[in-house]
């Protein structure tokens, strides 16, 4: 069994400075990683699916890069629209998947499954895109890896989620195009996404394509096209990607941050307890 653990969208700020005037999304992290090192099974590693920081500063990124640290296992990150692409390779000098050029994009093997990262940021907005360089290059990469299963990484989902102005601000252009290609691969196990501060998941290309809660603050749940841009204290968590062998299919669990009663038996002497 493999298991993947995704993170996505810490908002990291410099130490001491709170988001939004009211939210420390540092402890909020540091309690993530904390819930990652008590999971049962130790995870083979961990994937960051963009917003690493609120402004894509070098303090920012060292700050982040301290709250990491207690991982022991591979930590994999990939840009969002909140993050400067220079800034963070130059932060992560040891991150050499970052690459070079226009675009953070890397395939990695993790045990069976590799992973697929795709850039949908834009430099300077909150929207996305997935232009053909980028499309090309990700069908190259699954050629390559017919064989295997894939899960694909991107910051920015490339569906509507009914959210009106997390939508306005979502994959404006290249999502039929995606979903064109992935249609044509049997492979992709999941595509995971950031950037919706919410567990959606949506049937895409004919597999399942997926954004994960945040660390901190969520995303207000609210359906209204016209709905405020707003944000809420909803409990954090990730999701827990595990390939099943025997099966031969991911399994997606979403994991709740923090510490919690239990674990308790249901049964003594074999019977039910009363």
């Given at each position: 069994?493999s ?15 709170l988001?939004?005037g009211?939210?420390d999304t540092?402890?909020?992290?540091r309690a ?5 090192k008590?999971?049962?099974q130790r ?9 690493l920081?609120?402004?894509?500063r ?6 982040f890069?301290?709250?990491l640290?207690p991982?022991?296992?591979?930590v994999?990150?990939?840009p ?9 390779r130059d ?10 050029g ?12 590799r ?6 940021c834009i ?8 232009c ?5 290059w990700l ?14 990484a991107?910051h920015?989902p490339?569906f509507?989620?009914l959210i009106?102005h997390m939508d306005?601000?979502g ?5 039929d195009l ?5 249609s044509?691969?049997?492979n ?6 950031g950037?919706?501060?919410?567990a959606?998941?949506?049937r895409?290309g004919?597999?399942?394509a997926?954004t994960?809660?945040?660390p901190a603050?969520?995303?207000?749940l ?6 405020a841009s707003?944000?809420?204290?909803e409990p954090?968590?990730?999701r827990?990607?595990?390939w099943?062998?025997?099966s031969?299919r991911l399994?997606t669990h979403?994991a ?5 009663e239990?674990?308790?038996p249901f049964?003594?002497?074999?019977a039910?307890?009363d």
């Open positions: 069994m298991i993947i653990v995704q993170l996505t969208d810490p908002h990291i700020r410099e130490p001491k400075q988001a939004y009211r939210i540092a402890s909020y992290l993530g990683v904390a819930s990652i008590a999971l049962r995870p083979h590693a961990v994937v960051i699916t963009g917003d920081t609120d402004f894509g070098a303090t920012e990124y060292a700050h890069k301290e709250l640290s991982l022991d296992i591979p994999y990150l990939l969002g629209n909140h993050d400067d692409r220079q800034t963070l932060s992560f000098p040891e991150h050499t998947y970052l690459g070079q226009p675009f953070i994009q890397y395939a990695v093997d993790i045990g069976p499954v992973v697929i990262a795709i850039d949908t430099a300077g907005e909150s929207g996305g895109s997935l053909t360089e980028r499309l090309d069908d190259a990469m699954l050629q390559e890896c017919q064989d295997r299963p894939v899960i694909i991107m920015h490339p509507r989620t009106g306005a601000i994959l404006n252009a290249g999502s995606l979903e064109a290609i992935v044509q691969y049997k992709i196990e999941r595509i995971i996404c950037h919706l501060h919410r959606i998941d949506v895409f004919g597999t399942i997926s994960s809660p945040a603050h969520q995303v207000t609210d359906l209204d096209d016209a709905a707003t944000w809420m204290l954090p968590s990730f827990v990607h595990a099943d062998a025997r031969r399994v979403l709740p941050i923090g510490q919690f239990g674990p308790y049964h003594d002497n074999g039910l307890i």
